[in-house]
């Protein structure tokens, strides 16, 4: 083996210590993602966030059902129903409140599905 430069043991030693610290940080690299992967298994939901706007909105809005010809709503945990006019205007003035207690099993039925399609 011939002797080398000063110049040339320099950059071998470089280059060593290059290849040395290349695959340090892979190996770091690899243990810092297996321990994320351990700690953080489980999976979080996000919250759906509204702005300060639409929760203004939604707190004087009024979702209605529309069904045979008859409007339906809830304000204060009361159901109310009121009869559509020929041009698509809803007689509040005429509204009723809905007796449960009063309605057919079949009815019930058609008016849970009512609710459910205002609630959602």
Do not use: H
Not at 42 to 51: A, D, I, L, T, Y
Not at 63 to 73: E, F, K, T
Not at 85 to 109: C, P, T, W, Y
Request: aromatic share 8%; with cysteine.
């Amino acid at each position: 083996m011939q002797n080398l430069s000063p110049l040339q043991r320099l950059s071998a030693c470089l280059i060593a210590i290059n290849f040395f610290a290349i695959n340090l940080f892979v190996i770091i690299t690899s243990l810092i993602q297996g321990n994320k992967e351990e700690e953080f298994s489980v999976s979080f939901k996000g919250f759906s966030r509204k702005s300060q706007l639409c929760k203004i909105l939604d707190e004087g809005t009024v979702r209605v059902a529309i069904q045979d010809n008859s409007a339906y709503w809830v304000v204060d945990n009361i159901l109310y129903t009121a009869n559509i006019s020929e041009d698509g205007r809803i007689l509040n003035e005429n509204a009723k409140r809905v007796n449960v207690f009063d309605l057919s099993e079949k009815e019930v039925d058609n008016l849970l599905s009512i609710i459910d399609t205002i609630s959602s």
